[in-house]
């Protein structure tokens, strides 16, 4: 028996080639940090290395001209145990087959970037606002991995499939409703239990906020974007409407500056006058002796 066209089934989805990547990607970069982090030879153990990846909040004041950490943090993980690497792994791959086949490959690598880089900024936010707390979780020192980009796939996911009902972690049924609360509800016990990740408290927060905005059909930042467009199209003379932005935004615009002349008031009339070899003798020519070919 089939189920529902609105249920996910329990098998493995195929990734597309920018999924693919990014697994790619994040695996080896967490097994060349552990090796470089356990295995390089002198003080202290190839560590340098691994901090112009990762992102540091003291080192991105000190340095702004490093501002690439805050999107190549994302590809790392912990190198001091390899448990970070594989949940990291499991949690980019969940969900984002799906949203890979509705955006595209490079909309999926766009999202995952924003969301990363709003991660760090939620990081970065935090330690500058709370300077008096001492504890890691709101001041850590090198943040690595790719949590806020999972955290904002389960949000945009959920946006996108409210009612759709999935197998969470392929075991328990649930709908996109129910894991939209669920993201938001880990995300606010981890903040009460100060159980942070690599990644810093703060960065589950962002990748809520990164996958609201820009998760959905439209999202929200796209509806602003198209919002903004439409003005500017019509201080140009466009005639255009929300929804037919909404609907197909490539299309070609119609515009008054482009629109045919009127004929002149005053110049001679034209009509059609019927033709043909048949009634050629029989035809009178008109009066005024304008004929249209």
Do not use: C
């Amino acid at each position: 028996m089939r189920e529902p066209a609105d249920v996910m089934t329990g098998a493995f989805p195929r990734p597309g080639r920018a999924l693919k990547a990014v697994l790619v990607l994040v695996g080896a970069f967490a097994i060349i940090g552990a090796i470089v982090f356990n295995w390089a030879p002198g003080p202290p153990r190839g560590v340098q290395l691994l901090h112009w990846v990762d992102f540091s909040p003291e080192t991105i004041l000190a340095r702004p001209w490093m501002a690439w950490t805050l999107v190549t943090s994302g590809v790392l993980t912990d190198p001091s145990h390899f448990g970070h690497a594989l949940w990291s792994l499991v949690g980019l791959y969940f969900l984002s087959t799906d949203l890979e086949k509705k955006w595209g490959g490079a909309g999926l690598v766009r999202f995952f970037a924003l969301s990363v880089l709003m991660g760090n900024l939620f990081v970065l936010a935090v330690d500058r606002a709370l300077p008096t707390l001492s504890q890691g979780f709101f001041h850590p020192g090198h943040v690595m991995g790719p949590t806020a980009a999972i955290t904002a796939t389960a949000i945009a996911w959920a946006k996108e499939n409210a009612d759709r009902q999935f197998r969470f972690m392929f075991v328990l049924p649930m709908k996109g409703k129910a894991l939209y609360w669920i993201t938001i509800g880990f995300a606010v016990l981890s903040l009460v239990f100060m159980q942070g990740g690599p990644e810093g408290g703060a960065a589950p927060f962002g990748g809520i906020l990164a996958g609201w905005i820009f998760g959905g059909t439209p999202s929200p930042a796209r509806s602003l974007w198209l919002k903004i467009k439409l003005g500017l199209l019509r201080r140009n003379g466009t005639k255009l409407t929300v929804e037919s932005m909404m609907a197909d935004p490539d299309a070609p615009r119609s515009s008054t500056r482009g629109a045919p002349r009127r004929a002149a008031k005053g110049g001679p009339a034209q009509r059609l006058v019927q033709g043909g070899d048949d009634d050629d003798e029989n035809r009178k020519p008109p009066k005024d002796k304008r004929y249209l070919n």
